[in-house]
């Protein structure tokens, strides 16, 4: 049991009994608390009803499926979301990251592997423990220990993902960022994706920053990759 994760709330969703018990052993071994939904409908009432850290969410459920379960809480939370699913392909993979998931894992599944995708989904979502300081960079502001963002005095809504991007580029203003460096920085480095994410998320990015009236924060060096453009950019305690 690690003491770092102890009492961390984990929301298990997946219609075959077989996998959620399969998932709350070894999510309890570790320390964790861990609730469950075998439909899609019975998800969305419970992440209404109380709060959960990270939720676990097979794509394939009957009535809502994933996909509509992970579009109903991006619509009020920006919980930490690992997918589920039995599908290889990469459109899934895809439509699922784009509908604001934090990873994805196929079907069939070493338990600890998804233990260990949760706890890097953790680390990389709950705080940055290399730099808690407040950052200005213009009119943006970014707390990383409260993981919000301002523009101007308006709370920009991002996903997990989102924010540790921006984050991400935003302590190095001016530096630029190969896609891969990100997918390594951001999503970790046995993700299996490929610098379309990257790509995905950033579109996305700018799109929310845009309606902010930043759409020039983010910059593209072509045929290299991203960076933040800021010339005043500072830090604070």
Known sequence: ?????DGIRILVVDDEQRIREILRKYL???GFKVGEAADGQEAIEQVN???WDLIILDLMLPGKDGWEVCREIRKHSQVPILMLTARGG???RVVGLELGADDYIVKPFSPREVVARVKAVLRRTRAFPDNQQRLQLSELTIEPES??????DKPLSLTPKEFDLLFTMARFPGRVFRREELLDLVWGYDFCGDSRTVDTHIARLREKLSQMGSSSLI???WGVG??????HAKHSG
């Open 219 to 221: 910059v593209t060096v």
């Open 226 to 231: 991203y960076k933040v453009e800021a010339p």
């Open 90 to 92: 990469e459109v899934d």
């Open 147 to 152: 993981r919000r963002v301002l523009i101007g």
């Open 49 to 51: 009803q109380q709060p």
């Open 28 to 30: 309890l071994a570790e």
């Open 1 to 5: 049991m690690s003491p770092v994760f």
